[in-house]
Structures are given as structure tokens and as C-alpha cells.
């Protein structure tokens, strides 16, 4: 009888631990704030904040970054490197989240769409590693040429035409993410533009996607069975168009959001839990129509310490174009990172002196008409005031402000000789290098004689209430996965 007891009482608590769970998750739903709508969830294709972050919990890759930070065995669940080849032995429990078995033949066909130039990836660069990458991308090979072959439905090998110490971590990130090609072709166009059309193999699957009054809900995926099963049941994802992130968040209507450098205080002074990344500089750029010495005379006049006020705006003044973040991990020293950027000292005697010279050398012997175009955020706005001020009593050098609400198009026109000044941000998307520095020279590609002049560092930020616990953001793609994050109930 006892016997019968201790077995019906296991019994009833194997039961209560399939229904309830026993594994610490939760069936709480996290709400949070995306700092702007997205436009696509395919993984090739993301580009922007938001759509990198939900991209993140949507889909795994071949290798995964774990809570602590550090890489991690995705869909692979070992690995061999020979050499320049990899191969990677593939979850056999692997799934999408329509039940379909997940095969080493579906990252072939994501590698190749994410190298293909007529996929326009927008960070294609990562996996120019690869064997056959750069000429696919150049147009010059086929796509079947890459270096990415399925030796059978769960061995993936990998061979890359140059070492890259990075390689492991760059797995990690979106552009290298699985994708079915039967499912894409039946998305006819689509793929990852709506509900239908996206196919899930990460912790989370998408529920629903409202995109006429923006709303986005992930729930805990049934059909993953990897290491990072979600420890809440869902993340609703929104963007207000009538309120502001900070807002959403003090009203209670969210319990995180993305807020700027100039929130953060009011956030914190709310009882709020802040965690910042330092991953962008704000960048002046100068016309090379300009002469050298103008152009000299303008970096002398820009007294960073006056302008960057850190209790005011929440950011720092930059002596270089790198942030913070690429020095995790030793990836930066500073000698390398203060040398041959060209931030010049304040001096403000020279700098007139330069200038006054420079004009005198013009043709009409006077400082031509110039407008300066800057990206429109609240927080730098005051900046670009006092500096323009103190080029004027200083310089006795009238420039004309004007604000663009699109980054990307500033960007564009940043590359056209008709545009004088801008003030614009670059952002670190991950914590490499050579990522940051191509897209740092993709604003000054089209006209290498402009000067480009750092002025101040701005951090990612992210605010959460005191009942959402293991929310950690990092410079992997997305900043944050949320299958980490618990919610108390």
C-alpha cells in the first residue's frame, strides 16, 4: 500500500509538471517598445533595430550567443574545423515551427541567398570569408560555387577562402540563418513581408502580425528543441504612433522599450532598470569644396567639453569615430583608436586665424552661403545649435540648419556634391571592427576629400520594469533575446 502511495504521488507530480512546467518558465507575456516599425522579418534582409531583434528570437542559427555572452552551439550541436573547412553536425530533432524537419540543405540555401547580389543583404559582407563569396556577390560566379555544401540532412561543411577569427561569431547573426527554399518560393515575393510568410526555427514562432495598426506577438515556439527554450510564454511587440517610448513605458503600457540617451534620467528617477551599450558616434561631415584650411579651422572651433554635457544630453565627447563597444573583449586598443582620425584640439585663436585666411583665398573673398544638414533627434539638436553658434562668434561664419527624419536618405545625399555639412550617426551593429569601419566609410566612399570630424558617443539604451529579470543586451544582432527574460506574474 505505502509503495502505491509514493507511486500515485510521482505520478501526480509528473502530471502537474507537464501542465504547469517544472522546468522555472513562465507563461507571462513581456510587453516592449521597438523603437520604429518593421518592414521585413526575413533574416537575409533585416537591417534595422527592430527587425534584427525579432529576427533574433524567430530563427537559430548554426551557433547561438548564451546568457552569459558567450558563444554557444546552435542548431549545431558540434563542430570540426580543418583547417579552413568547417563542418558542423546538425540537431537531428531540429524543426521549423510547422513540424517540417530542418535540413543542412536549408542554410545552404540561406547562405546563398544572403551572398546572391540580386538579395541586396546588408550585411552580405560578413560571410566574405567564404569560398566563392566575393565573386558571387561581384556578379562574377554562380551562386552554387559558395562553399557551403550539405553532406547529408544533418552534416554541414563550410570552407572558407581566407581564415577568419571571427567566423564562429558571425554565424551568430542574421544574414546566416536557415531558410527553407521550397517554403520561400511558395511565399512568391513575400517571404517575410507578412504573417504567412514567415517560417520560424528559434525559440519563438510568429503568432500575429498586425500591420495596419502595428502590433507583433511571438509565443514560445512547441517545435524547438534546442538550448534556449523561451523561459516566458510570449513578447508583445509594439510601436506607438500617438506616444512617445518613454511614455508607453511610464504609463505602464510596456515593461521595456528602446529609449534615447536623453530619457534615460527620467526613467531611472521612475525606479526603472537602464542597461546601455556606447555603440554610436555622431559624425560632422565637410565638403571637400571647402578649402583643407577651412575645413581645419572648423574642427579647431568645435570645443567638445563645452558642447557634450553629459547630465543635459546623456552622451560623451568623441577623440575618435570608434565607441566603447569595440572594446569588449580587448577587440580595440586606443592607441589604435585615437591614431590618424584627425580630431583636431580646441583652439579657437587658430582656428580664426586659419579660417579668416581661407576666406580671403576665396574668389569673392567671403564665406559661401552653406546649410547644414543634420539627422532630426532631439537630443543632438541643442549640440548642433551651440556649435553652429560658436562657429559664428568665432568664426564669423553664418551656416543655415536644416533636419532630415530619414536616416538612410541623409546618408545617400551625404555622397552628393551639392550637399556642404552634415551631422549624422554610425552605428556599431555588432562588436566587430571591420563591420563598423565599412559601414563608417560607406557615408564617405563617394567623396574621399571631405573631412568626417567625430564629435560625440550616444549609447543604445534600453529601460525595464523591476519585475522582468535576465533581460541582458549585448552587440550581437537584435541586442536582445528574449528567451533568457523572465517576467514576474
Not at 504521488?9 to 516592449?32: K, N, T, W
Not at 580595440?332 to 585615437?338: E, G, K, R
Not at 582620425?341 to 573673398?365: H, I, L, N
Not at 527624419?405 to 552634415?422: F, G, H, K, T, Y
Request: hydrophobic letters at 40%; glycine letters at 6%; aromatic letters at 10%.
Amino acid at each position: 500500500m505505502y509503495i502505491k502511495r509514493i507511486l500515485s504521488f510521482i505520478l501526480i507530480m509528473a502530471i502537474a509538471c507537464f501542465i504547469v512546467g517544472c522546468d522555472e518558465s513562465s507563461d507571462a507575456r513581456v510587453y516592449f517598445e521597438l523603437p520604429e516599425i518593421p518592414k521585413t522579418l526575413d533574416p537575409q534582409t533585416a537591417s534595422t533595430d527592430a527587425e534584427l531583434l525579432i529576427v533574433r528570437n524567430l530563427y537559430e542559427g548554426l551557433m547561438r550567443i548564451d546568457d552569459e555572452g558567450n558563444l554557444a552551439n546552435g542548431v549545431a550541436e558540434r563542430h570540426e574545423k580543418n583547417g579552413n573547412e568547417y563542418t558542423f553536425y546538425l540537431n537531428r530533432d531540429a524543426k521549423w515551427d510547422s513540424g517540417e524537419e530542418l535540413t543542412a540543405d536549408d542554410f545552404v540555401f540561406g547562405f546563398r541567398r544572403a551572398v546572391d547580389p540580386k538579395t541586396n543583404s546588408p550585411f552580405a559582407k560578413r560571410l566574405m570569408c567564404i569560398m566563392g563569396a566575393k565573386e558571387i556577390n561581384a556578379g562574377i560566379k554562380d551562386i552554387t560555387a559558395l562553399g557551403v555544401l550539405a553532406v547529408d540532412k544533418h552534416t554541414l561543411k563550410i570552407t572558407l577562402s581566407e581564415e577568419d577569427a571571427e567566423f564562429l561569431n558571425t554565424l551568430t547573426m542574421a544574414p546566416c540563418m536557415p531558410c527553407n527554399e521550397e517554403f520561400f518560393e511558395s511565399c512568391v515575393g513575400k517571404y517575410g513581408l507578412e504573417q504567412k510568410c514567415v517560417l520560424a526555427n528559434g525559440s519563438y514562432y510568429l503568432a500575429k502580425w498586425n500591420q495596419n495598426e502595428f502590433g507583433i506577438r511571438i509565443y514560445k515556439n512547441a517545435q524547438y528543441f534546442g538550448n534556449f527554450k523561451a523561459q516566458n510564454g510570449g513578447v508583445f511587440l509594439s510601436k506607438s504612433n500617438k506616444n512617445t517610448a518613454l511614455n508607453e513605458l511610464l504609463d505602464k503600457k510596456v515593461d521595456a522599450a528602446f529609449l534615447r540617451s536623453s530619457e534615460i534620467l527620467s526613467a531611472k528617477k521612475s525606479g526603472y532598470e537602464i542597461q546601455s551599450l556606447e555603440n554610436i558616434c555622431w559624425l560632422l561631415t565637410i565638403s571637400g569644396e571647402y578649402s583643407s584650411e577651412m575645413r581645419s579651422a572648423f574642427a579647431m572651433s568645435i570645443d567638445r567639453e563645452s558642447l557634450i554635457n553629459d547630465e543635459d544630453y546623456g552622451i560623451t565627447a568623441a577623440y575618435s569615430v570608434y565607441p566603447g563597444t569595440l572594446f569588449f573583449n580587448g577587440k580595440l586598443d586606443l592607441q589604435t583608436a585615437i591614431s590618424g582620425v584627425g580630431v583636431r584640439d580646441y583652439d579657437a585663436p587658430a582656428a580664426k586665424t586659419a579660417f579668416s585666411a581661407a576666406v580671403k583665398r576665396t574668389e569673392d573673398k567671403k564665406f559661401p552661403k552653406t546649410t547644414l544638414y543634420y539627422y532630426n533627434d532631439e537630443m543632438m539638436k541643442p549640440v548642433i545649435n551651440d556649435m553652429i553658434g560658436h562657429w559664428q562668434k568665432t568664426l564669423s561664419a553664418f551656416i543655415n540648419m536644416e533636419a532630415s527624419d530619414n536616416l538612410e536618405v541623409l546618408q545617400r545625399e551625404i555622397s552628393q556634391p551639392s550637399l556642404q555639412m552634415a551631422v549624422f550617426p554610425v552605428t556599431a551593429k555588432s562588436d566587430s571592427i571591420l563591420e563598423y569601419i565599412n559601414m563608417f566609410a560607406k557615408t564617405n566612399t563617394a567623396r574621399p576629400q571631405d573631412t568626417i570630424i567625430p564629435i560625440c558617443f550616444d549609447s543604445t539604451n534600453i529601460a525595464y520594469q523591476k519585475t522582468i529579470s535576465n533581460l541582458k543586451l549585448d552587440t550581437s544582432n537584435g541586442y536582445i533575446d528574449f528567451s533568457f527574460v523572465l517576467k514576474e506574474e
